[in-house]
């Protein structure tokens, strides 16, 4: 079984600060882990993905996340926020495996304070 | 932008009635998914399906069915609509599933339903 926590439902920086946005899971087996962003009103797109090529995934938009297998986390980090930013993020878990499913975070808001 | 399209993008309904979400796919993507999104409960996989008339429930299926009768759509069923299935739901599409090589879901833009 696998499963994903987000530790911070909310997360407010200012523009022009860096931003982490925390991610554990747990899994049975080799794990996928992705981060989707949500605008509001939007579907979700797909910001990065991790799949044991490298531990250091860059994304769109530069960010980027850290795989980390002996803290197993998967956070998602960005050097300068800017005010589009500001969207919902989800962690998401995935497993090589036929009854495992895609489990996704409960999700973590970012406001950008001008 | 992946070729998903969900119909209706809003409905209102009644206690006790049917509903039925359409999701519409031009990519020739093996597996589709249906989840819905509640405020503090992120997305949950409701049904799955893994090619034509292959599914499986998700975490949340009760109250819900599928059907996959061709690559492209991919159906989903409130046999009798409650309240407590107000939501926004949203269809997914990937190319492999779990550990494949090019798992990536892609997302449709929702459908907002309301149960009164």
């Known amino acids: 079984a696998q499963s994903v926590t987000q530790l911070d439902s909310h997360v407010s920086v200012s523009e022009g600060t860096p931003v982490l946005l925390r991610c554990n899971y747990s899994?049975?087996?080799?794990?996928?882990l992705f981060w989707y962003v949500q605008h509001p009103n939007k579907g979700l797109q797909l910001l990065l993905k991790?799949?044991?090529?490298?531990?250091l995934v860059k994304g769109i938009n530069g960010f980027e996340a850290e795989f980390k297998k002996s803290e197993t986390s998967f956070h998602l980090t960005k050097p300068s926020a800017h005010m589009s930013d500001a969207a919902e993020y989800f962690c998401?878990?995935?497993?090589?495996?036929?009854?495992?499913?895609?489990?996704f975070g409960k999700g973590t808001r970012l406001h950008i304070l001008p | 932008d992946a070729g998903i399209t969900q119909s209706p993008r809003h409905k209102v309904t009644e206690t006790g009635t049917p509903v039925t979400l359409r999701c519409h796919q031009t990519?020739?993507?093996?597996?589709m998914y249906w989840y819905r999104q509640d405020p503090g409960h992120g997305l949950r996989l409701i049904h799955y399906?893994?090619?034509?008339?292959?599914?499986d429930k998700g975490e949340v299926s009760d109250g819900y069915s599928v059907s996959r009768s061709k690559t492209e759509d991919f159906l989903l069923t409130l046999e009798s609509a409650t309240s407590s299935q107000t939501s926004v739901y949203f269809c997914?599409?990937?190319?492999?599933?779990?550990?494949?090589?090019?798992?990536?879901?892609?997302f449709g833009s929702g459908t907002q339903l309301s149960v009164l």
């Open positions: 991790y799949t044991s090529a490298a531990t």
């Open positions: 990519e020739n993507h093996r597996y």
């Open positions: 997914a599409i990937s190319e492999s599933g779990t550990g494949g090589t090019n798992e990536k879901l892609f």
């Open positions: 399906s893994y090619g034509v008339k292959d599914t």
């Open positions: 998401v878990v995935s497993a090589p495996s036929r009854d495992d499913k895609i489990i």
């Open positions: 899994s049975s087996y080799s794990p996928s």
